[in-house]
Every structure is written in C-alpha cells, then in structure tokens.
C-alpha cells in the first residue's frame, strides 16, 4: 500500500453511489473477499426472507405450495425485467445451467439440421453438455479457436446451435452478443448464450441483442445461494419453435388435470420440469430486487471502476514480481473480474488463501482470479487486496 493509493481509494469510495449497499449484506470479519463471481456474499434480506420460508413452511405445511407454485415464472419475470432485458414470460428459473443446456440445446437439434458450436474457451459444462448433445443427435460439433464473428462465418454447412458464454470465465473478456447472435442468425442457427458471469453485473438486454437462447447461474452476481436454481430465456418468437426435451408436469398446460397426454404451458415455461427448488427461488427474487434497487447501469459502472483500479494496481505493484493482466485493459471489453497470469499462480492462490490474506480462486493453468464483486466490494478492498499480494510475493510466497 501507498499512502497516495489509499487515499485515493478512500475518495473512491466516498463518491461511490452505491457504497451504501454494502452494510445491507452479511458482512463478517475474514479475508479480503474476492470470489463472489463463484459465490455471491448473502444479503441480509435473502437470509431474513429464508427464515420466513421455514415459518411458512412450519406452519402452513402443504398449502405452502399454493404460494410456491408459480414462484419459478415470478422469479424469471423478476430477472427479465431487472436483469436481462427480456419480456415477461420470456424467463423461468430451474434447475442448473448445465441441465437448462441441454435442455435447449436438444430442443435446437429438434428444431433444425446441422452442427453444433461451441468455443475452446467455453466453461467446462458446457463444452461437455453441448459435444454430448451433438454426439446423441449425430451432429458435427465445432469447437471455435476464437470467439468471433469470423470464426463463426468461416465454419462450413448447416449449423442448427451456436453455444456460447457472454464473459469469459478466466479472462472476463466480454464476447460480442449482439453481433455473434446476428452471425447466427445468418447461419440458419439459434444463439444459445450463458450468462453466468454477466447477469446482475453486465446490461445484457437480451430483447436488443437478439440473442435466441440464454442460461445463467443465480449465485454468482444475483447472491441467491449455495445450489440455487438457474434461468433460462427463450425469445417470445421461439416459444411454439421449440419443445422440452424433458416434458415433466410442471412445464403441463394444466399441471393438475393429471391427464393422459402431454401439453406445454405457453411461454418460456413449457421449459420447466419438476418441482421447484422454493428455497433457492425466495432467494433468486430477493437479489433480482436488490439489482433493481442499485440498477444495473451503476453496478456496471462501479465494476468497471473497480476492475480498471485493479488493473492498474497489479501494473503498478505486482508486475515487478512476475504477475501480468491478463484480462481485457479496455473497460467496454471487461466482465467483473481480472485474471491475474503468474507462473506460480496455483501456490499464490494457496498462500492467499492459506493466510487468510484474499478469498480467490485459481484457474488452469497459470490464473488467479480477483472479483470485485460492485455490491459488497470497496474500492479499499482492493488496495488492500493487491497490498497483501505484493507482500507475499515480495516474501518468496513462502514467508
Ligand atoms: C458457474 C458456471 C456454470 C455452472 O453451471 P451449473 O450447471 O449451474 O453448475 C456454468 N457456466 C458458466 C459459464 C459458469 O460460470
């Protein structure tokens, strides 16, 4: 730490519009904490509505579910409006991202001939999900080196699924939605986009973009808890296009005829399944309200804020010791976390968090990430962060 540096995140701090928000999460003392792009902090309200949720289910027992039923398209209509710019009925929230994948992307299969895409550097999930969905159809799938419009041109035949993520897990590079989503489109394909490192930190608004198709995780940025459920979006004009792989009774027209066929529910609810994860759903409704409250233009904002003091403190104080950015230095091209490159990069995490120094996480092969997230973190915070990082390194990472 300098003084000057932290002063000047200090004055950061004392202009920051939603410095307030902190005090309204769960705050307790502990490492720096730099990890809530894998697990959100819990707001005090989310932990407060869950106790409620025991009441009620203590007290009201099976008419519970009266108020429980509909709380997947509640939840997905709150996340349209608050967090994905989608229209009501285009959002439920279900499952897990990886299972809402394919889901979708069977139904994509169903729906048209031709290859499936994906990306190199997609997330684990959904390279596996989408290569076994080709694999079970008899479909090609490509594997793009680059995320890019051209990449995408230059893949030869039909293509029926374009599968990719809007931020880059390890860079945090921001992928073009609204162009990839057109180049797509071009191709005869759907544009199938997980958002989990972008919803409830990025504008995604998926109206405009036209994207098609789109998954993300709640527990990320939207702070909802360990295993809550997923989204997933399904643009109005596709809703009668496609079909639930999976065609349980909760996705029924009429759940309690308990009749002899199946008939979809209208809407991007035809996608649900089974019942509902109530808990985890209270939940995803409370951190849709508290991003509504902050707005997404300012969450954004102060990510951008926050990475950009980041990147420019590991340049200034880490460099000298072997770290290099290795996330987009352009703030328009930057998701809400840096990747930190270091050729001991496994044991610097370790030593972060052995000493209960920063609670970050480590990527294959040589990153360690640093998320602040804009809600409960401080520009202090990351100061502090690249201050005790400087000092362990400085220190040999052994001392
Ligand atoms: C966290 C994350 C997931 C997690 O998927 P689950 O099936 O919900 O476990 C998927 N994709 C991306 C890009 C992620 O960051």
Known sequence: MSETSRARARALDAADPLAGLRERFALRDG?????????????AATLERLAELGERWASELVSGWEGWLDLPLRAGDALARHVL???????????SVSVNLFKLALAAVDRAPGALVSWAGDFPTDRYVVAAVAARAGRRHVVLGEPTADALEAVAGDLALVCLSHVDYRSGAIADLAGLSAAARER???????LSHSAGLLEVDLERSGADLAVGCTYKYLGAGPGSPAFLYV????????????????????????????????????????????????????????????????????SSALTGLLVELADERLAFHGVRVGSPRDPRRRGGHVALLH?????????????????????????????????????????????????????GLDG
């Open 235 to 302: 643009r109005e004009a596709l809703h009668d296009a496609l079909a639930n792989p999976i065609p349980g009774w909760f996705g029924h027209a009429e759940q309690f005829a308990m009749g002899p066929a199946y008939a979809p529910r209208p809407g991007a609810a035809r996608f649900l399944t089974g019942t509902p994860p109530v808990a985890g759903l209270v939940a995803v409704l409370a951190g849709a309200e508290l991003v509504a409250e902050a707005g997404l233009d300012r969450i954004a904002a102060k």
């Open 343 to 395: 050729p001991r990069a496994r044991e610097l995490c370790a030593a972060l968090v052995g000493s209960g120094a920063v609670l970050c996480d480590f990527r294959e092969p040589d990153v360690v990430r640093f998320a602040p997230t804009p809600l409960d973190t401080r520009f202090v915070d990351v100061d502090e962060a690249v201050e005790r990082t400087r000092a362990l390194l400085a220190a």
């Open 31 to 43: 490492p720096v904490y730099l990890d809530g792009n894998s697990l959100g902090r819990p707001p």
């Open 188 to 194: 005869g394909a759907l544009a199938l986009w997980d």
């Open 85 to 95: 710019g989608a229209r009501p009925g285009e959002v439920v929230v279900c499952d």
